[in-house]
């Protein structure tokens, strides 16, 4: 079935470093995929999205590019800051045994060291 | 954006009894909500789909009599916990997602703290 892997954590960078986490999924139709964002403490926000081949989501100085030909969607950041410290879910959405559902990957913990 | 808002964020029960937890859209109509599980330090993993006015989906593996979901309106949807054991103390966590064409955003309400002592 449709799924989603993502990169194993923890990572943990120094302040102003480049940052890439990995997604890559399988999927049998044409699905949306997003990065969603769990500050300490804090439930789930979304971070961007794309929702069709080569468009590239961004907020924040994040961004990603959906890659269907390498079935990818890697989170990556310039110049990263001490408040990005989070945990970062990639997710996939999309008609899963003809139902509508929304599919996490398994979630990268990221600490920022200033 | 819209606003998902998930009651109570916390709770502490005893073995035996059973919890409710509200999930509202406070300002859009949501034909379909998820309720999902999260244990410490991992994914968020989908336990049901309820659809307004229809029974849940539930994902293979959880329990339909344990995890009672109730879709009632397009702006609430309830997940009980019955007869709560330790085991189910977790973090649950709601969203939902607009009446609108496939590639929308689900919102996610704050989540709810279960524990069962």
């Known amino acids: 079935g449709d799924s989603v892997t993502q990169m194993e954590g923890p990572v943990t960078l120094s302040e102003e470093a480049c940052l890439t986490i990995?997604?890559?999924?399988?999927?049998?139709?044409?699905?949306?995929l997003f990065w969603y964002v769990q500050y300490p403490g804090e439930g789930l926000q979304l971070l961007l999205k794309?929702?069709?081949?080569?468009d590239k989501g961004s907020n924040k100085g994040f961004e990603a590019t959906y890659r269907k030909e390498t079935t990818s969607f890697h989170l990556e950041k310039g110049s990263v800051q001490v408040s990005d410290s989070a945990v970062y879910f990639c997710?996939?959405?999309?008609?899963?045994?003809?139902?509508?559902?929304?599919?996490f990957g398994q979630g990268t913990r990221l600490t920022i060291n200033p | 954006g819209a606003v998902v808002s998930q009651h109570p964020s916390w709770v502490i029960c005893k073995s035996g009894t059973s919890v409710k937890i509200e999930c509202r859209s406070l300002d859009f109509q949501a034909t379909t909500m998820f309720w999902y599980r999260q244990f410490p330090k991992q994914s968020l993993m989908l336990m049901a789909t309820?659809?307004?006015?229809?029974?849940?989906?539930?994902e293979q593996g959880v329990e339909k009599d344990k995890f009672l979901i109730n879709h009632a309106s397009l702006t609430l949807s309830t997940l009980t916990v019955t007869s709560a054991h330790p085991e189910d103390s977790s973090f649950y966590i709601c969203?939902?997602?607009?009446?609108?064409?496939?590639?929308?955003?689900?919102?996610f309400g704050q989540g709810t703290r279960l524990t069962v002592v």
């Open positions: 997710a996939l959405f999309g008609i899963i045994q003809g139902a509508q559902k929304l599919v």
């Open positions: 990995n997604c890559t999924y399988t999927a049998t139709g044409y699905p949306s």
């Open positions: 794309a929702t069709k081949a080569d």
């Open positions: 309820s659809n307004e006015g229809s029974k849940a989906t539930y």
């Open positions: 969203s939902a997602r607009r009446r609108v064409i496939l590639g929308t955003e689900a919102f």
